[in-house]
């Protein structure tokens, strides 16, 4: 009955499949992947396009999530964190359009920025707008679902009301610029005081 429901469940969904064993199990698991073929199969019929129009924010969703990015404006020589920028590279023309469209709808309007040189870097044209409400908004209405993306917005609006120099020191215990792009510091571990250590040291002693 798995077999033939994952036969059922592939065919229908244009993905590949394998049956693996484990050990003396008979039944085994299926392990599937697809190599996106349904999202080519969605973009070359152009089914895209309905999607994004009925619904816009999913779409924008997914566009950011794959592209996406917010990133902090610094002046580095006075080490002021003054503004922010949230920015998406887009590939095709009419992709582009379809979301300054939508943004432009959700008071979110976004302006070109890209030199000649830089296309086949970002491969495509940026979209981006600047400022702490339009941060705001984006968050609430877009936003990111993975981690590290969506703690960058989060971090950035917290410190949204503190003071230019104070943002900067803040910001730079979390991230550190690594070529050219922000990075998220790693955890430290929690630190554990010597007193602690030693009422342990006595404990174990004692036993």
Not at 58 to 81: A, N
Not at 105 to 133: C, M, T, V
Not at 170 to 189: L, S
Request: net charge positive; hydrophobic share 35%; glycine share 6%.
């Amino acid at each position: 009955m798995d077999s033939i429901f994952n036969n059922t469940i592939t065919s229908c969904n244009a993905i590949s499949s394998t049956i693996k064993k484990q050990g003396n199990n008979v039944r085994g698991y299926c392990v599937t992947y697809e190599n996106a073929g349904w999202l080519r199969e969605l973009w070359y019929s152009g089914l895209w396009r309905r999607g994004a129009y009925v619904y816009p924010l999913e779409f924008l969703k997914g566009l950011y999530d794959s592209k996406g990015l917010v990133t902090p404006l610094i002046d580095w020589e006075k080490q002021r964190l003054h503004c922010v920028e949230v920015s998406l590279a887009v590939g095709n023309e009419e992709v582009k359009e379809c979301a300054k469209r939508i943004l432009k709808e959700h008071d979110l309007e976004a302006e070109e920025n890209y030199k000649p040189s830089q296309l086949k870097e970002i491969k495509g044209k940026k979209l981006r707008f600047r400022g702490w409400d339009k941060l705001e908004t984006f968050a609430k209405l877009i936003g990111f679902r993975e981690g590290e993306r969506r703690r960058r917005p989060e971090l950035l609006l917290r410190l949204r009301h503190l003071s230019e120099r104070k943002r900067f020191e803040e910001w730079t215990k979390h991230y550190i610029k690594v070529k050219g792009r922000w990075v998220e510091r790693a955890q430290k571990p929690p630190r554990i005081e010597s007193q602690f250590l030693t009422i342990i040291y006595i404990e174990i002693v004692r036993k």
